[in-house]
């Protein structure tokens, strides 16, 4: 990744690439407005801002290929662990501190398993038959981490992964209404009966009606939200409308909720950028499969994997 300054980025123009934070998680789209530069700060207020430094990812978004659809289709049984055909594995060789390649879990006999070959920003995780990887993933109530070896690698009829039975386990319980913290730039308006989509913020953000905020502390409940201008009043209606990448896709999201006081002192941490609450309204289908889908994968990764 290569790390930005203020100065690389185009204050009211769209973005030529997506902005990542120093893990390497998606901040803000490409061909995203930053409307000003109070709002340029807020971007880089909370660490470091790059893009993907990698040729064959000229857009930024770093994302990890081929590792199956989203739609993972029709829930089999399940096997070791619990985990399902199609689930989402983090997979790490032993003793590596790096951040976790991609794979998914397409089979499994006798407690061994078949997982697609692990990917990170598009590339092959470098492996071989005999290594031993640490590997998490979430079973719906719990994120396992375990351990297993490279029993064979196959080629045909497509490039996968043969793991021995899973060692060193460890299980993580996650609460129903799980919050993790992120880092997630946001467009913030009213909501309106012609929302329009896109075009409706690209309007909204060149009257200045449509503020840029900053997202943390995400569930599928709500966010704690931090702004560039002063908190709209307790009770007043707000619309969020923001990208997040789950399951290996950039999807745009948009939700409307009511404002809140924060929690606590955090409205008072940063006098600049005050903070606030939002409590979202219920979520339609697509909005809660893709923040539940983003929620646990966020989770899989702040999950220690065993020594």
Known sequence: MIQLTPN????GHPLPWSLLDGDGNLVLGSGSVIPDARDLALVFRHGVVCRAGNSDDP???DGIDDNGDADAGPRTAPGPLGLQVGTLLHVKHEGESARAAASRLIGFIEQ????????LGGRDLPLQAGDTVLLRGFSGKAI????????????????YLVLSAPTNLHATPVRKAARVPTRLAAYLTEPAEDDDGDHGV?????????RLALLSDL???GALVQTTA???APGSRVRLRFQLRAASFDSEVTVDGWVRAAPGAASQDDADFPAFGVAFDVLAE???????????????????LPL
């Open 8 to 11: 690389d980025l185009p204050v």
């Open 59 to 61: 857009d930024g978004t």
């Open 112 to 119: 061994g398993l078949f997982v697609t070959w692990p990917q």
């Open 144 to 159: 396992h981490s375990f351990t297993s070896t490279i029993t064979a690698v196959c080629r045909s009829p497509f490039r």
């Open 202 to 210: 690209a309007v909204a953000v060149r009257a200045g009606t449509a």
């Open 219 to 221: 569930s599928t409940g």
């Open 230 to 232: 002063p908190s709209p």
């Open 286 to 304: 697509r909005e809660m499969t893709l923040l539940q889908c983003y929620i646990y994968e966020q989770l899989l990764s702040t999950t220690r």
